[in-house]
Each structure stands twice: as structure tokens, then as C-alpha cells.
Nanobody, 115 residues
Framework: QVQLVESGGGLVQAGGSLRLSCVAS????????MGWYRQAPGKQRDLVAQ???????NFADSVKGRFTISRNNAKNTVYLEMSNLKPEDTAVYYC?????????WGQGTQVTVSS
């Protein structure tokens, strides 16, 4: 199993940028997939971006061209770089690690984008 701790959320104006970090309690080198999900009030939790152990990434259509995801295996850390933020990006962002058929989640970090 793995524990995940997110950081980097906050309040930003529309058009601004943030970088989220997710530090894992163990090596992420062999973890099948790591990613970021978000959940706005009253809505379901949706995938934002995901990166495989081989480095392949996929993104939700709503964030393509604005967000990037990367992983630093040496630091057991996954990053989500967010730019040109929009008010609709406001949500709690959760780090996810998928190991086999099991999902592990962090506690979440709030991102609020003001108009």
C-alpha cells in the first residue's frame, strides 16, 4: 500500500498558475499509474490527468493545453502544473495511485480560482 500527501493548492486569480505536488510514502517507480482527480461541490470526482509508469500521460479534455503532469521517481513525487486557470477549475484536487486493482487516495488539496 501507499500513503499520498498533496500540497500546493490555494487561491489564485483567473489566468494564474499553480503547481500541485503529491509525495508518496514509498517508491513510485513501479506503480502502474498515478494521477490527479478533482471534485467540485455537488459533483462527482473526475480524472484530471494521469501518468503511467512508462511516462505516458492523458488529460481530461477540459484541461488539455493548460495542465501538465510529471513524475519524479527519485523523489517519489508526482506534479500537476496548472496554468491559465479558470473559475471552473475550482475543486478539491486528489492524488491517486493505482496498484493492480486498488486505488489509493490522498486527503486532497483545495484549489480556488477567482474571476
Amino acid at each position: 500500500q501507499v500513503q499520498l500527501v498533496e500540497s500546493g493548492g490555494g487561491l489564485v486569480q483567473a489566468g494564474g498558475s499553480l503547481r500541485l505536488s503529491c509525495v508518496a510514502s514509498r517508491s513510485i517507480f513501479s506503480i502502474n499509474a498515478m494521477g490527479w482527480y478533482r471534485q467540485a461541490p455537488g459533483k462527482q470526482r473526475d480524472l484530471v490527468a494521469q501518468i503511467s509508469s512508462g511516462g505516458s500521460a492523458n488529460f481530461a479534455d477540459s484541461v488539455k493545453g493548460r495542465f501538465t503532469i510529471s513524475r519524479n521517481n527519485a523523489k517519489n513525487t508526482v506534479y500537476l502544473e496548472m496554468s491559465n486557470l479558470k473559475p471552473e477549475d475550482t475543486a478539491v484536487y486528489y492524488c491517486n495511485a493505482r496498484m493492480g486493482y486498488t486505488d489509493y487516495w490522498g486527503q486532497g488539496t483545495q484549489v480556488t480560482v477567482s474571476s
